[in-house]
């Protein structure tokens, strides 16, 4: 009988990428030093294509499950072109390991990022209980996870110090004044072991595959009408994204130094039309194929390079902002699905929700009657996009004037964003809801004023309902539901018939939005740049089972 072989295990999960990539560094180390094998390894896990926890929502959309696939098909075309390869399962990661111990190898260590979600800590921790029955190794490391290492940060996670986390500014200038700043991301390895020989690597599964993976494929398949682009609308002007470490640093590269359209980000950051208005990073920091630390050192060097203003600042204030969720996440766990939210935490007033699936399905739907809400939840339905204006409009309307229950637009959220982060998905959804961190519980977006305010022309609103373009006026074009029985006939606008009667009474007094005066804005001006590069007058050319209770 042959002795087993000798292998290591690098299973990847939401860091589908070769750069900045700290387990797949130290397996190659590993590996070399022992002269081991090494497998690559990525498992499609059920649980992750099911149902929602609370309201039973399909919780990956078609669109969702294409971008990973094509996340997983790049990063095993890199693994390729670098001499090793990508070995796909469908199953628990957990079960996956101990079946490949039980296939004449033997697991000297299993390398992994770690997470911070509950039920991606579960997860982690179902497999290294399986390590360690089997007598492997278990080595997790937090990499390129967050922008400032969780071991670099000047205050402790829990306990006497950890009130920093109370505030997103106290927490950013606790980072910016430190003295540590982010670690310098790590290359891409020039080779990678070969696989061993004799191991099957896999069919990466279908999108339909994926969606019965949950059996919800009979669910999307009835309701493509809703998540498709409308009819009339200019698909030339809607988003796409392709998933893929190749294509994230190809549009890191693009939108940094090629078309420097950072050196205005702070300015078009609100913008609703177009791949330009902002960077749109976050689609693929959300599923591993671009690390923070990468996007630092590229804004870092430009800074240096070309020229530093308050949009390459603006840029990384961003980048802290997602810090801070996944932080905050760390802390409390669980607690950040609760409908409570972090109130027993923090304090504030006791709130009372609703949970009218009827209310509820006329915003998921963009039927509420106000142009603004139901031309991002248009977007949103058609892409699995939203633009950051939109989501703090569309979250505040659902919650503050509806009054439903916070976690059922989370929950649509993860099911359709292509960016989710349960972090910061819900971190902000509680932010909106004044049950997290928000120092202003009350914060509200009126969305009549800030559709005007964003949306001056009607631009935005217009692209997604194209019926309204002939309107005779943008105050009719956000509210339709004001045009005279006269003009509803003309325009075949008919309140209650091609256009819903609104669900809720939104006061709006134009004299504010005259004013210039904005309601809503999250975060505050910073200050303090202290490990920033930023030179603002320098010139060009100077050098989502969790326990949710």
């Not at 006497?160 to 505030?167: A, R």
């Not at 019965?212 to 494929?217: A, S």
């Amino acid at each position: 009988m042959s002795a087993a072989r000798k292998v290591a295990v690098l299973l990847f999960r939401n860091d589908l990428r070769l750069h900045d990539h700290q387990p797949l560094s130290e397996a190659i180390k590993l590996s070399k030093a022992k002269n081991v094998g090494l497998i690559p390894l990525y498992v499609f896990d059920p649980r992750f294509y099911g149902k929602t926890w609370f309201f039973s929502l399909p919780r990956v959309s078609p669109m969702r499950a294409k971008f990973q696939i094509e996340s997983v098909a790049d990063l095993r075309q890199s693994l390729r072109r670098l001499g090793s390869d990508l070995v796909v399962r469908v199953g628990r990661p957990e079960s996956v390991i101990e079946a490949l111990s039980s296939q004449g190898l033997e697991i000297d260590s299993v390398f992994l990022h770690k997470d911070v979600a509950y039920e991606e800590v579960q997860v982690e921790a179902k497999i290294k209980k399986t390590c360690s029955e089997k007598k492997i190794e278990f080595k997790p490391f937090w990499g390129g996870l967050t922008l400032h290492h969780v071991d670099d940060l000047p205050f402790p996670i829990h306990g006497k110090g950890s009130d920093v986390l109370n505030v997103f500014t106290m927490f950013r200038k606790s980072v910016e004044n430190s003295d540590k700043p982010p670690r310098a991301p790590l290359d891409t390895p020039g080779q990678i072991p070969q696989l061993p020989s004799g191991i099957s690597c896999g069919d990466i599964p279908t999108i339909a595959e994926l969606l019965q993976l949950g059996d919800n494929l009979e669910f999307w398949e009835s309701n493509k009408g809703t998540f498709s682009i409308p009819h009339g609308v200019d698909a030339s002007k809607v988003n796409s994204f392709t998933g893929g470490e190749s294509v994230a640093l190809n549009h890191l590269d693009q939108y940094i130094w090629k078309r420097e359209l950072i050196t205005t980000y702070k300015d078009t950051r609100n913008g609703l039309v177009g791949m330009d208005y902002s960077s749109k990073f976050s689609v693929w920091l959300a599923n591993g194929c671009l690390s923070p630390r990468t996007i630092f050192a590229e804004i870092s060097k430009f800074e240096k390079q070309r020229v530093a203003n308050d949009s390459t600042y603006w840029l990384v204030f961003e980048l802290l902002w997602r810090d801070f969720f996944k932080f905050l996440t760390l802390k409390h766990g669980h607690k950040i699905f609760q409908l409570s939210g972090l109130k027993d935490v923090y304090g504030g007033k006791d709130k009372s929700w609703k949970t009218d699936t009827n209310l509820f399905q006329r915003w998921a739907d963009g039927r509420t009657g106000y142009s603004f809400v139901d031309a991002n939840m248009r977007e949103l339905n058609a892409t699995g996009f939203m633009s950051n204006r939109g989501r703090q409009n569309v979250a505040s309307f659902l919650t503050k004037d509806l009054f439903i229950d916070w976690r059922m637009g989370a929950e649509y959220f993860e099911s359709l964003l292509l960016d989710h982060d349960p972090c910061s998905n819900f971190g902000n959804w509680l932010y909106v809801a004044g049950v997290g961190t928000d120092p202003r519980e009350d914060r509200y977006f009126n969305v009549v004023k800030q559709g005007f305010m964003y949306d001056a022309k009607a631009e935005y609103v217009t692209l997604w309902f194209p019926q309204l373009k002939d309107l005779p006026s943008t105050d009719l074009k956000h509210r339709p539901f004001l045009l005279s029985v006269p003009q509803q006939e003309k325009y075949l606008v008919r309140v209650g018939q091609e256009w819903p009667h609104p669900v809720s009474h939104v006061k709006y007094n134009s004299e504010d939005t005259q004013s210039g005066k904005s309601t809503g804005s999250r975060g505050s001006q910073p200050t303090t740049k202290s490990w920033k590069v930023h030179r603002p007058n320098q010139q060009r050319g100077g050098g989502w089972s969790r326990n949710r209770k």
